[in-house]
Every structure is written in C-alpha cells, then in structure tokens.
T-cell receptor, first 118, second 117 residues
Framework: EAGVAQSPRYKIIEKRQSVAFWCNPI?????LYWYQQILGQGPKLLIQ????????DSQLPKDRFSAERLKGVDSTLKIQPAKLEDSAVYLC????????????????FGPGTRLTVL | AQKVTQAQTEISVVEKEDVTLDCVYE???????LFWYKQPPSGELVFLIR??????QNEISGRYSWNFQKSTSSFNFTITASQVVDSAVYFC??????????????FGTGTRLQVTL
C-alpha cells in the first residue's frame, strides 16, 4: 500500500515570495492533516480536513496561509507571502476514521517538505 | 485544551543500555488516545503505539514497552537493550476522542535519543 506522498521535498524561497505544497493521502483515508514542525519542536496542526470540508483551522495563519482539498483526495497548502518564521518542515498526514462511530486516529505521515525562507 | 510535556530534551546512552523516555499529559477529557511516534533523521514520523484511555495495561513489543498510568497522567516509553538504529527523536502525542469526528494530535516537544557504540 502506498504511503502519504508529498512534494516537493525541499524548497528555498525568499521572504515575501509565494510557495505551494502538495499532498496525496493514502487511498481511502477520509481525514487529511497539515502540520508545521519548526526545528526543535513537535508538529503543530495547521488545518484538518474531513473529506473536502475543514474540521479545524484554528491555528492556521489565515492572513498568509491557505489550504484546499477540492475533491476530497489530494490537498495543497499555500503560503503567500512567506516570512522568515515560516521556515519549517510541513508534514501531511492522513487517517482512516469513523470506525464504529468513534475517532480511530492512527495518522500516517508523509516525508514532509522542508521550507527555507531567506 | 490539551498539553503534552516531554521534559527530557536529549538523552545519550551507550548501546545495550535500557532507556526510558518520559511523557506527561494534561487533558480535561476522560476519553482520549495516547501515542508515541519516532522521527528518524529522514524526517518521516513513524507510528509506534496507540493507547486508549480506558486501557491501562502495559504493553510490550519486542524491545519496546510502554507504561501508562492515569493516576500520574504519564505514558512512558522504555527501550530495552538500545541499539544505534534507535537513534531518533521520539514524540509523545495526545488525541481526544470525539464521536463521529477525528480529532487532532497534540504533540510534545520531543526527546532526542542518541545511542552510541
């Protein structure tokens, strides 16, 4: 079974530029997550989709970050314009949920995109 | 709100030593999951274990074992006879159970384990 795919793996941009990341979850997984992991910290959830609807985007800096999952499968995360503090690894994860009406929350993570903002 | 604390920033051991990684969590919810993930230098988070808040039985999987104690809100992870391949950053995480809706993972800051020969 193929895992969570992400691209690109690395990206270097200058501040105020725009950047987009792509994620393809494991087939059949209803829930997709984007996390930001700053060096030396644990991942922090940015946005969570259930199918193509947003479940939680409370920690997404909406003035510069946006994300979509139009067909309920793959997703893109965009930063426009980027700031120096956006340098981080952006992790995408997916999970197979709604098993027996309870959250079955084993999340499978992709390899991440390492973003460097100069 | 949920919080996960991993007080040990970095641990160094010599191969074959046993090592315990500590995890303390905070939540007002009575039903939740606890997790441990491994992040090797390649960067991908690897799932190790999930534990339901109703199940306080300790678990052993090969050289790995987990000690869940609700009384102290701890979910500690022990590696027996450590190996160089165990070198990684280990994250403890918490997820609240919501019927019908998946809930996010709240991660600790991680513990970097360095195993040397």
């Amino acid at each position: 079974e193929a895992g969570v795919a992400q691209s690109p793996r690395y990206k270097i941009i200058e501040k105020r530029q725009s950047v987009a990341f792509w994620c393809n979850p494991i087939s059949g997984h209803a829930t997709l997550y984007w996390y930001q992991q700053i060096l030396g910290q644990g991942p922090k959830l940015l946005i969570q989709f259930q199918n193509n609807g947003v479940v939680d985007d409370s920690q997404l800096p909406k003035d510069r970050f946006s994300a979509e999952r139009l067909k309920g499968v793959d997703s893109t995360l965009k930063i426009q314009p980027a700031k120096l503090e956006d340098s981080a690894v952006y992790l995408c994860a997916s999970s197979l949920d709604l098993v027996g009406g309870l959250s079955y929350n084993e999340q499978f993570f992709g390899p991440g995109t390492r973003l460097t903002v100069l | 709100a949920q919080k996960v604390t991993q007080a040990q920033t970095e641990i160094s051991v010599v191969e074959k030593e046993d090592v315990t990684l500590d995890c303390v969590y905070e939540t007002r919810d009575t039903t939740y999951y606890l997790f441990w993930y491994k992040q090797p230098p390649s960067g991908e988070l690897v799932f190790l274990i999930r534990r339901n808040s109703f199940d306080e039985q300790n678990e052993i999987s090969g050289r790995y074992s987990w000690n869940f104690q609700k009384s102290t809100s701890s979910f500690n992870f022990t590696i027996t006879a450590s190996q160089v391949v165990d070198s990684a950053v280990y994250f403890c995480a918490l997820s609240v159970i919501n019927t019908g809706t998946a809930s996010k993972l709240t991660f600790g800051t991680g513990t970097r384990l360095q195993v040397t020969l």
